[in-house]
């Protein structure tokens, strides 16, 4: 198994993922310098690696099956991705990377949870499309957008559901 981390993914990173952090960020005023920078080096690097290859193992992993149940699979593993568990982690990573280590704890998990369930709909959509219908080497490109615009509804999912 060869594991994926190009340059591509890793600029595509640094820029898409920062860039919805960074408009969450101005939009519940709650921009900082290191929160940036700390995007930017999370986009380059867990990001841009973690997610293509996971996005790999899906295509290896349902290359058996056929139609319906390969969308399905395919749309529900990439859903499963991104669990309570990784919106946790990266609600944690904000709180560090804006120095608010004091508002971490288990509410974050709460937070995370609530907003991956009231976001299903939409993710299962997003995930269809991004599964079943963009060619795997720009799969992390539209995920990353699609991640981008979710970072706003995560980083206003602490005010929504706290």
């Given at each position: ?30 921009f900082c310098w290191t929160r940036l920078i700390g995007m930017i080096v ?121």
């Amino acid at each position: 198994m060869k594991l994926e981390y190009s340059k591509s993914n890793i600029i595509r990173g640094a820029l898409i993922y920062t860039a919805g952090d960074t408009t969450a960020s101005l939009l519940i005023h709650e921009f900082c310098w290191t929160r940036l920078i700390g995007m930017i080096v999370l986009g380059a690097t867990l990001y841009a690696f973690e997610i293509p290859n996971y996005f790999s193992w899906i295509v290896r992993k349902t290359n058996s099956l056929v139609g319906f149940k390969l969308t399905l699979s395919k749309t529900l593993l990439a859903l499963l991705f991104f669990n309570p568990l990784w919106i946790a982690r990266h609600l944690l990573f904000i709180k560090l990377f804006s120095g608010n280590y004091n508002q971490i704890g288990l509410t974050l998990l709460e937070i995370a949870l609530w907003s991956f369930l009231a976001n299903i709909p939409i993710s299962l959509i997003a995930n269809y499309i991004i599964q079943n219908k963009v060619r795997l080497n720009w799969r992390f490109l539209a995920s990353a957008i699609f991640s981008a615009l979710m970072a706003i509804y995560y980083a206003m999912s602490e005010t929504i559901f706290n």
